[in-house]
């Protein structure tokens, strides 16, 4: 698998491009796109929410949230709810709550992330049916809390 997704964004989906997710979804990776391309370009919504994993993994939660709801609601504004880039920043969204075990939160936007994945890809998908079966794990860790 190649490491290109688009000219602005590696594959998140192939381990092997970590480091160079991290290094488009860099503070000045980004700030050059929204110059370059605009808030609003998917390429640019890409890259917010590359910057927004990168810092959810350092722990940096209170950076990375405005950075998650700045692409979800690009994505839902210039693509739809059902776009593949809409549910994947909710699936990485739904993430960001887990790692903070905030499950109800969690299972919300896997569900709004199983939703996007069926409206493109259909309800046997593999993407859909791993967002669905996270969401009902979190709703299981949540009732147990």
Same mark, same amino acid.
């Given at each position: 698998?190649?490491?290109?997704?688009?000219?602005?964004?590696?594959?998140?989906?192939?381990?092997?491009?970590?480091?160079?997710? @991290? #290094?488009?979804?860099?503070?000045?990776? !980004? =700030? %050059?796109? $929204? /110059?370059? +391309? &605009?808030? *609003?370009?998917?390429?640019?919504?890409?890259?917010?929410?590359?910057?927004?994993?990168?810092?959810?993994?350092?722990?940096?939660?209170?950076? @990375? #949230?405005?950075?998650?709801?700045?692409? !979800? =609601? %690009?994505? $839902? /504004?210039? +693509? &739809?709810? *059902?776009?593949?880039?809409?549910?994947?920043?909710?699936?990485?969204?739904?993430?960001?709550?887990?790692?903070?075990?905030?499950?109800?939160? @969690?299972?919300?936007?896997?569900?709004?992330?199983?939703?996007?994945?069926?409206?493109?890809? &259909?309800?046997?998908?593999?993407?859909?049916?791993?967002?669905?079966?996270?969401?009902?794990?979190?709703?299981?860790?949540?009732?147990?809390?």
């Amino acid at each position: 698998m190649s490491c290109a997704k688009n000219a602005y964004q590696p594959s998140s989906r192939d381990p092997s491009c970590r480091g160079k997710i @991290a #290094e488009s979804s860099s503070p000045p990776a !980004l =700030d %050059g796109r $929204r /110059r370059e +391309l &605009g808030d *609003a370009h998917p390429d640019t919504l890409n890259s917010t929410n590359g910057l927004a994993n990168v810092l959810r993994d350092q722990g940096k939660y209170a950076e @990375a #949230e405005p950075l998650y709801r700045e692409a !979800l =609601d %690009g994505f $839902r /504004r210039e +693509l &739809g709810d *059902a776009h593949p880039h809409y549910g994947d920043t909710c699936k990485f969204y739904a993430e960001f709550f887990e790692k903070q075990a905030m499950f109800s939160e @969690a299972a919300s936007y896997y569900d709004q992330a199983a939703h996007a994945y069926e409206q493109s890809y &259909g309800a046997d998908h593999e993407e859909t049916r791993d967002a669905r079966t996270k969401a009902d794990a979190c709703r299981s860790k949540a009732a147990d809390a």
